[in-house]
């Protein structure tokens, strides 16, 4: 690393720093003339991506499809990592398309969407085909959820959500498993929660 340095003097890196020099993998700080191209590393990128301002370099061509800066033609679509997701999903948008399809449901940002698949079918579940935008894990789970959950279209829950219909026909709160559970709630202790389902009693 002492002659790199001493060969390339206007390459300004700590001389611990300079290890990640020449070691096989594209740093973009040390992606410039002064450092040799990371010491030869980025000169195979710069000629296949020569307007590409990834962050990481060595993310390119990983076979994982990262969004962002990535995703962009002059970074040739995260080096194709991106078309098999782009071609599928052409108007969705998000930070880790990986996540799509990896068989876990991500219900947060704009995955469990209708323009990302319903995160690629990981949130999708086929008992209930219209219940969508929501996780399907809670879905059977033994605990009543409210919402969009507790709806037609949801099976109630998965079923989940049948008998608290059946004793409360009108009381729709976020949380139906809060009623009875031995707390009051205050927003729960209406009539039509039978008061809070006896607890505010």
Not at 25 to 33: A, H, I, L, S
Not at 60 to 68: L, N, S
Request: a negative charge; charged letters at 25%; glycine letters at 14%.
């Amino acid at each position: 690393r002492r002659f790199f340095l001493m060969e390339h003097p206007n390459c300004l890196v700590m001389y611990w720093d300079s290890y990640n020099i020449g070691n096989g993998v594209c740093e973009k700080d040390y992606n410039t003339q002064d450092c040799n191209y990371d010491g030869g590393d980025c000169i195979q990128f710069n000629n296949d991506f020569p307007n590409c301002t990834a962050t990481h370099p060595f993310n390119i061509q990983d076979d994982v499809c990262d969004g962002g800066d990535y995703n962009t033609e002059e970074c040739g679509f995260d080096g194709g990592d991106c078309i098999k997701f782009n071609e599928g999903f052409p108007n969705c948008d998000v930070v880790n398309p990986s996540w799509i399809g990896n068989g876990k449901c991500d219900d947060s940002g704009d995955y469990n969407t209708e323009k990302c698949g319903y995160d690629g079918g990981d949130c999708y579940k086929p008992e209930y085909p219209d219940c969508k935008g929501i996780n399907p894990s809670y879905i059977g789970n033994g605990i009543c959820d409210g919402g969009d959950f507790n709806t037609e279209e949801c099976g109630y829950d998965g079923g989940d959500c049948i008998q608290f219909k059946t004793d409360f026909p009108y009381c729709t709160v976020r949380y139906p498993h809060y009623i009875g559970d031995g707390d009051c709630y205050k927003a729960y202790n209406t009539t039509e929660c039978g008061f809070d389902g006896g607890d505010c009693l």
